[in-house]
């Protein structure tokens, strides 16, 4: 399909939604004809702005593109939750109907707490995102760990999305809590970045700080491809990062030995054939006297490959844990896991929420993460 009819076809179904929403509520709120005009152009502006948010990555540089970006993304998640309360409000609405309890004041005040809801949700859920992640402690029980790797602990991040809205300044806040955590190793684990390297270069430049006595580890995820992987694996490297395509390290304490494994995202293949993830690769010609397999794989659907390839745990991200409702439904209709730790065979998966966010800066119901992965004795 081409761009300029898929642009038609969303603004088309912006539209409808809109003219939908504004038929629901405007009717029962009574504003009078100039309140009514207003209520109109509001959501006109809105089907505008919409759009905007959704090619926010891709806007030119302009004194007044981040501002114009903003917007959009905010106006994104306003939508969201203003089309979703729109439609429980009808669902609410055909309960009390069919029970012969509706009334105008009840059409009324309902219409009036929708988009009231919608702009708590938002605020809310603005504050939820644009803090700084919390860290969250996993403890992984491996059968048969030695004891020189009891504590071993992985900082994990994912899914910050640096780009129209996310910039240095957030970025380096999530690196100096990373840093403290003192953690043996850190992993990446995909979507880092909403943008090219010539436009984000400098916001992500705090990479370079990230330490770790046994390494700093990145893999692609999805977003990557969208924004010219090549480039960003290059760039990543240049930090001092080591990115991990279908590849392995081995680390040692005393006599006990780990693996930490990395593969490409799972739908890479579709941009660069030679980027398959296959976990099996990644792990091909390890030493035979390693003790414990980590896999870091973008998305959690990657699990049953790499459970067949003898891993131990996989850390996974990609979901953002849904973000905000009803989002949070729909993940589990491609995804395995929404979030936390599960289990695929003999091996465990720990799916992360997201150290930052993907478009709308909202959290809600999901909220950001910065996790501590530490092994365990089972």
Same mark, same amino acid.
């Given at each position: 399909?081409?761009?300029?009819?898929?642009?038609?076809?969303?603004?088309?179904?912006?539209?409808?939604?809109?003219?939908?929403?504004?038929? =629901?509520?405007?009717?029962?709120?009574?504003?009078?004809?100039?309140?009514?005009?207003?209520?109109?152009?509001?959501?006109?502006?809105? #089907?505008?702005?919409?759009?905007?948010?959704?090619?926010?990555?891709?806007?030119?540089?302009?004194?007044?593109?981040?501002?114009?970006?903003?917007?959009?993304?905010?106006?994104?998640?306003?939508?969201?939750?203003?089309?979703?309360?729109?439609?429980?409000?009808?669902?609410?609405?055909?309960?009390?109907?069919?029970?012969?309890?509706?009334?105008?004041?009840?059409?009324?005040?309902?219409?009036?707490?929708?988009?009231?809801?919608?702009?708590?949700? #938002?605020?809310?859920?603005?504050?939820?995102?644009?803090? &700084?992640?919390?860290? /969250?402690?996993?403890?992984?029980?491996?059968?048969?760990?030695?004891?020189?790797? *009891?504590?071993?602990?992985?900082?994990?991040?994912?899914?910050?999305?640096?780009?129209? $809205?996310? %910039?240095?300044?957030?970025?380096?806040?999530? &690196?100096?809590?990373?840093?403290?955590?003192?953690?043996?190793?850190?992993?990446? #684990?995909?979507?880092?970045?909403?943008?090219?390297?010539?436009?984000?270069?400098?916001? $992500?430049?705090?990479?370079?700080?990230?330490?770790?006595?046994?390494? /700093?580890?990145? /893999?692609?995820?999805?977003?990557?491809?969208?924004? @010219?992987?090549?480039?960003?694996?290059?760039?990543?490297?240049?930090?001092?990062?080591?990115?991990?395509?279908?590849? *392995?390290?081995?680390? =040692?304490?005393?006599?006990?030995?780990?693996?930490?494994?990395?593969?490409?995202?799972?739908?890479?293949?579709?941009?660069?054939?030679? *980027?398959?993830?296959?976990? =099996?690769?990644?792990?091909?010609?390890?030493?035979?006297?390693?003790?414990?397999?980590?896999?870091?794989?973008?998305?959690?659907?990657?699990?049953?490959?790499?459970?067949?390839?003898?891993?131990?745990?996989?850390?996974? @991200?990609? #979901? *953002?844990?849904?973000?905000?409702?009803?989002?949070?439904?729909?993940?589990?209709?491609?995804?395995?896991?929404?979030?936390?730790? %599960?289990? /695929?065979?003999?091996?465990?998966?720990?799916?992360?929420?997201?150290?930052?966010?993907?478009?709308?800066? %909202?959290?809600?119901?999901?909220?950001?993460?910065? $996790?501590?992965? =530490?092994?365990?004795?089972?």
């Amino acid at each position: 399909m081409r761009p300029s009819r898929s642009f038609v076809i969303l603004l088309s179904l912006l539209v409808l939604l809109q003219v939908y929403i504004g038929m =629901r509520l405007l009717p029962d709120l009574a504003l009078g004809m100039a309140g009514n005009i207003a209520a109109v152009l509001a959501l006109v502006l809105l #089907t505008v702005l919409v759009p905007v948010g959704l090619m926010s990555a891709s806007l030119r540089r302009r004194r007044w593109s981040g501002m114009v970006a903003w917007a959009g993304l905010l106006s994104m998640g306003f939508f969201s939750s203003l089309l979703v309360a729109t439609l429980l409000r009808d669902l609410v609405l055909l309960g009390l109907m069919a029970a012969g309890l509706l009334s105008p004041a009840i059409g009324r005040g309902s219409a009036l707490a929708v988009p009231l809801v919608a702009a708590g949700v #938002t605020l809310v859920g603005f504050v939820n995102a644009r803090r &700084v992640a919390r860290v /969250v402690r996993v403890d992984v029980p491996i059968a048969r760990l030695p004891p020189e790797l *009891h504590g071993y602990s992985i900082a994990q991040i994912s899914d910050i999305h640096v780009g129209p $809205t996310i %910039k240095r300044a957030f970025l380096n806040a999530i &690196v100096n809590k990373v840093n403290a955590l003192g953690a043996d190793a850190i992993a990446i #684990t995909g979507d880092l970045v909403d943008g090219s390297v010539q436009r984000l270069s400098l916001h $992500t430049q705090p990479l370079a700080r990230l330490a770790a006595p046994d390494g /700093v580890y990145f /893999v692609t995820g999805n977003h990557e491809y969208y924004s @010219g992987a090549e480039e960003w694996i290059a760039e990543v490297r240049r930090l001092g990062v080591t990115v991990l395509l279908n590849q *392995h390290v081995v680390r =040692r304490r005393g006599s006990a030995a780990l693996m930490i494994a990395g593969v490409a995202d799972y739908t890479a293949h579709f941009f660069n054939p030679a *980027h398959r993830s296959d976990p =099996r690769a990644a792990a091909a010609g390890a030493p035979q006297d390693v003790d414990v397999r980590v896999l870091l794989a973008h998305q959690p659907r990657s699990a049953p490959e790499a459970a067949a390839a003898g891993f131990h745990l996989q850390l996974s @991200g990609h #979901t *953002h844990g849904g973000q905000f409702f009803p989002w949070n439904l729909f993940v589990p209709l491609q995804q395995p896991f929404v979030a936390g730790l %599960k289990r /695929v065979r003999e091996m465990w998966v720990y799916t992360s929420r997201g150290t930052g966010y993907w478009g709308p800066p %909202k959290r809600f119901g999901a909220p950001s993460e910065i $996790t501590l992965v =530490r092994l365990v004795p089972q």
